[in-house]
Nanobody
Framework: QVQLVESGGGLVQAGGSLRLSCAAS????????VGWFRQAPGKERESIAT????????YYADSVKGRFFISRDNAKNTVYLQMNSLKPEDTAVYYC?????????????????WGKGTPVTVSS
């Protein structure tokens, strides 16, 4: 199977930046898409960025488009999420996930493997 471990979360002021990392291990050949999700207190988990493990254009939620950027380093089996111009409403636990599906996963139900999450708090 695939193991995913996130890192890079923390406390940042509004307008600041953070870069999250997700290290994949195990049977990484199973991964077709990787993505970042987030879940704020009292809210559902939402997909914010997805990218094909083999290449292709990324997909972003409207709420983060132009501010967040997903990238991957296949040699390091690592996925990154660069978060710029952070807002207090970006406060959430951020999860890395991977899918075996050949089609683009649209939501959390399309993901097969999950990390445990890393918290991000944006202060105003």
């Amino acid at each position: 199977q695939v193991q995913l471990v996130e890192s890079g979360g923390g406390l940042v002021q509004a307008g600041g930046s953070l870069r999250l990392s997700c290290a994949a291990s195990g049977r990484t050949s199973l991964m077709r898409y990787v993505g970042w999700f987030r879940q704020a207190p009292g809210k559902e988990r939402e997909s914010i960025a997805t990218i094909s493990w083999s290449g292709g254009r990324p997909y972003y939620a409207d709420s983060v488009k132009g501010r967040f950027f997903i990238s991957r380093d296949n040699a390091k089996n690592t996925v990154y999420l660069q978060m710029n111009s952070l807002k207090p409403e970006d406060t959430a636990v951020y999860y890395c996930a991977a899918s075996r599906s050949l089609g683009v996963p649209r939501d959390s139900s399309g993901m097969d493997y999950w990390g445990k999450g890393t918290p991000v708090t944006v202060s105003s």
